[in-house]
C-alpha cells in the first residue's frame, strides 16, 4: 500500500479514538459558530420585534404644560408614564430609554405662534434605544407637520406651500440583502470551523508526536519524509474538511429555526448555498493544514504549537473585521486574495447575488496557490535534522 | 554489515561525535559502550539516517546512505533511544503500521508480527491498546515494531534502559537469537556488565572517539586487567556516566 494513504489511514483511525480531537473538530468547532449564531440573532430578532410592537411608555415631564400635544402623542401609541426626576441620570443608567420633557416656556411659545421646544433625552450610544428614541421622534414630527398645516390653512394658505420638496424612497434592498448585512459576520464562523477542524490534528501530528518521542522510529522507516507529512497534512485538511460540512449543516438547520421572516427578511442556507461555500472554502482546508503543520513543527512541545496556533486564529479573522467597518465594493481581484475572498463569496451568497464562474475560480486557483507554497516550505522544514529530535 | 568511516558531527560548539570508525560484522552483537554523553546516540542517528554526518562515511553491505537512504532503511531494524508508541492504537496496530510503511503485503504482516508476538512473549497484551503499558511491554512492542520487515541489521540504543531483571534477561535472549539467526547486532549501553555479558566485539567510545575495539578477550590482554569491568574504567580513565 501507498505509504502516504497508510499514514492518512493510520492517523485518521487514531484522532478517530481521542475524545479531544472528536470534541475539537467535530463537535465544538463546527457547532459552536451556529449555537452562537441562533442565540444570537434570536435575542436581537427578539428585541427589534418587541420595541417595534410593543406600546411606547415614555416619561413625559411637564405633560400638564401641553395637554394637545399629549392627547396627540397618546393617539399615536405612546404611553405616558409619570414624571421622574433628574431624567438625564435615569437614561444614562439605563433606567428609562428615553424621556419627554416639556419646558415652561412651552405654553407661551406655543400661545405666540413661536416655535415651541420640547426636549427628548436619551443616549446615543444606547444601542438598543435606538428604536423607541426613533419612534417618539417620529410622532413629535408628525405632531409638528399636522399642527403647521392647519396653522397654514387657518391663515388661508395651502399647506403645500411648505413642503416645497417631497422625498420617495425607492429602497433597492431585497429581503435577503437586508439579512445578508445583518449576517456579515457568518463567513468568519465557516473560517473558523475549518480552522479549529484541523488544528488538533495538526498539533497532534507533528508536536504531539515528536512530545511522545515516535517521530524518530517513524522516520527510519524507508519512506520519504515528504510522503510521511503529505499523509499527515491529508488527515489534517480532512478533519478540516468534515468539520466544514458538518458546520454547514448546522447552519442549514439553524435556517429553518430563525423567524427572519418577521423583520421582512430571508435567507437562504438551502444546498446551492452549502456547495458553493464547500467549494470555497476547500482551499483553505489545505492552506490551513499546512500552516498549522508549519507551526507546529516548529513548537518544542504540544502546549507551544497550541500557544502558536491560537494567535494564528486571529489571522483569518482580519478580512472579517475590516468588511464589517468599512465595506468595499468587491472587484475581481479581491477575489484572488486568500481569505479575502472567501469572505467576499459568502457574504455575496448571504446577501442573494451569486458568486460567477471568474470569481470561482479565481478564490480556487489562488487559494490552492497559496496551500502549495505552503505545503512546500513544510516540505522543506520537514526535512530538517532537528525535526525528528525529541529531547 | 555495518562499516562506519571517521564520522565526525558538531551541535553548534560542542563535537559530539569526532572521528568514530568501526565496524559492524553480520552474526555478531557489536556492543558501544560509553559513559552517559559519550556520542553513542549522535553515532547511531547518523548510521540509521536520521541525521548526516559532518564528514566521515557509513556503509551498510556496502550502500551509503548520503546517496540512497531509503535503501539503507530498509535494510536496517532501528529501535532508537526515543521509542514512543501510538498509545490509541493496540500493540498489533502499532506493529502493522510500521509494516505497511516497509511496503510489505498484509498477509506477510500478519505472519512476521505474530511470529515476534510469540517470540518476544507479548501474548498477553497485543491486543490492549499501549497506553498503559510498563515499560517492558512498550520495550517489546518497540522492538516487534521496529523489526517486523526481518532486517539483517539491527541497531538498538540503550534497549534494556528502564528495564526490571526479568525482562532486561530476555531482551539479553531475544539479542542473542537474533545474532544467531546471523543478523548484524549494533547496540549501545553504558551498562559495563550487560556488554560484558552480551558481546562479540566490543567499541569504547569517550569524548565522540573511539578509546577501544577488540573482543573481550584481546580487552583484558590490552589493559592486563582480568576483570572486564576494571579494564573499561582504565580504557576511559574515569568511572563518570558508567554502570556497573
Not at chain 1, 508536536?207 to 522516520?219: D, Q, T, W, Y
Request: hydrophobic share 45%.
Amino acid at each position: 500500500m501507498n505509504a502516504t494513504l497508510t499514514v492518512f489511514l493510520k492517523e485518521v483511525r487514531e484522532n478517530l479514538r481521542d475524545r479531544r480531537t472528536i470534541t475539537s473538530a467535530l463537535v465544538m468547532g463546527p457547532l459552536l459558530g451556529p449555537f452562537l449564531f441562533v442565540m444570537l440573532m434570536n435575542v436581537i430578532i427578539n428585541k427589534q420585534l418587541d420595541k417595534a410592537e410593543k406600546p411606547l411608555k415614555v416619561p413625559v415631564i411637564g405633560a400638564q404644560r401641553a395637554p394637545n400635544l399629549v392627547h396627540a402623542l397618546e393617539q399615536y401609541g405612546l404611553v405616558v408614564e409619570p414624571a421622574i426626576q433628574h431624567p438625564e441620570a435615569a437614561v444614562k443608567q439605563q433606567l428609562a430609554d428615553v424621556v419627554l420633557r416639556i419646558p415652561a416656556s412651552y405654553p407661551k411659545a406655543w400661545n405666540k405662534g413661536d416655535p415651541a421646544q420640547v426636549e427628548v433625552i436619551y443616549d446615543a450610544s444606547r444601542r438598543d434605544a435606538d428604536t423607541p428614541v426613533k419612534r417618539v421622534k417620529a410622532m413629535l414630527e408628525q405632531y409638528s407637520r399636522t399642527q403647521g398645516a392647519i396653522r397654514l390653512l387657518a391663515r388661508g394658505l395651502s399647506p403645500a406651500v411648505s413642503t416645497p420638496v417631497v422625498v420617495a424612497q425607492r429602497d433597492q434592498s431585497t429581503p435577503q440583502s437586508r439579512a445578508g448585512q445583518l449576517f456579515a459576520f457568518m463567513p468568519y464562523f465557516f473560517v473558523v470551523g475549518v480552522f479549529i477542524g484541523g488544528m488538533y490534528l495538526a498539533i497532534d501530528l507533528t508536536a504531539g508526536e515528536r512530545e511522545r518521542k515516535s517521530l524518530e522510529p517513524l522516520f527510519v522507516n524507508p519512506v520519504a519524509r515528504w510522503r510521511i507529512l503529505l499523509g499527515k497534512l491529508g488527515a489534517t485538511a480532512a478533519f478540516a474538511t468534515a468539520s466544514l460540512v458538518l458546520s454547514l449543516v448546522a447552519f442549514h438547520l439553524a435556517g429553518y429555526i430563525l423567524p427572519t421572516d418577521k423583520l421582512g427578511m430571508s435567507i437562504d442556507l438551502g444546498l446551492g448555498f452549502a456547495g458553493t461555500v464547500l467549494l470555497l472554502m476547500l482551499p483553505l482546508a489545505a492552506l490551513f493544514a499546512s500552516l498549522q503543520t508549519l507551526v507546529s513543527a516548529f513548537a518544542k512541545s504540544y502546549r507551544e504549537a497550541q500557544t502558536y496556533l491560537s494567535i494564528l486564529m486571529l489571522l483569518p479573522m482580519l478580512p472579517s473585521m475590516i468588511l464589517s467597518f468599512t465595506p468595499v465594493k468587491a472587484t475581481n481581484w479581491m477575489y484572488a486574495v486568500p481569505l479575502l475572498g472567501q469572505q467576499l463569496g459568502i457574504t455575496e451568497l448571504l446577501r442573494g447575488g451569486s458568486v460567477t464562474a471568474v470569481q470561482v475560480a479565481l478564490v480556487l486557483v489562488s487559494g490552492f496557490l497559496a496551500a502549495l507554497v505552503a505545503v512546500l516550505v513544510t516540505v522543506r522544514v520537514y526535512g530538517s535534522e532537528r525535526l525528528a529530535i525529541s529531547a | 554489515m555495518i562499516e562506519v568511516k571517521d564520522l565526525h558531527k558538531t551541535f553548534g560548539e560542542v563535537k559530539a561525535v569526532d572521528g568514530v570508525s568501526f565496524s559492524a560484522r553480520d552474526g555478531e552483537i557489536t556492543g558501544l559502550l560509553g559513559p552517559n554523553g559519550a556520542g553513542k546516540t549522535t553515532t547511531l542517528r547518523m548510521l540509521y539516517t536520521l541525521m548526516s554526518p559532518d564528514r566521515g562515511q557509513v556503509l551498510v553491505d556496502g550502500i551509503d546512505p548520503a546517496s540512497d537512504p531509503v535503501a539503507v532503511r530498509k535494510r536496517l531494524g532501528v529501535l532508537p533511544d526515543a521509542h514512543g508508541l501510538y498509545k490509541r492504537l493496540t500493540a498489533r496496530e502499532n506493529i502493522d503500521y510500521f509494516g505497511r510503511l516497509q511496503g510489505m503485503d498484509e498477509a506477510l504482516i500478519a505472519q512476521r508480527r505474530e511470529e515476534l508476538i510469540e517470540a518476544l512473549g507479548m501474548g498477553d497484551f497485543a491486543a490492549r491498546r499501549t497506553e498503559g503499558f510498563s515499560q517492558g511491554q512498550r520495550v517489546k512492542t518497540a522492538i516487534a515494531r521496529a523489526l517486523v520487515h526481518g532486517p539483517d541489521h539491527v541497531i538498538l540504543d540503550e534497549p534494556t534502559n528502564g528495564l526490571d531483571v526479568m525482562a532486561t534477561r530476555a531482551m539479553r535472549a531475544f539479542m542473542r537469537k537474533l545474532r544467531d539467526e546471523g543478523k548484524c547486532v549494533l547496540f549501545s549501553s553504558h551498562i559495563m556488565q550487560e556488554v560484558a555479558a552480551l558481546c562479540d566485539r566490543i567499541v569504547v567510545i569517550a569524548h565522540g572517539r573511539v578509546a577501544a575495539d577488540a573482543s573481550p578477550d584481546q580487552l583484558r590482554e590490552q589493559t592486563g586487567e582480568s576483570n572486564l569491568e576494571d579494564a573499561f574504567v582504565k580504557i576511559i580513565g574515569t568511572e563518570e556516566g558508567l554502570a556497573a
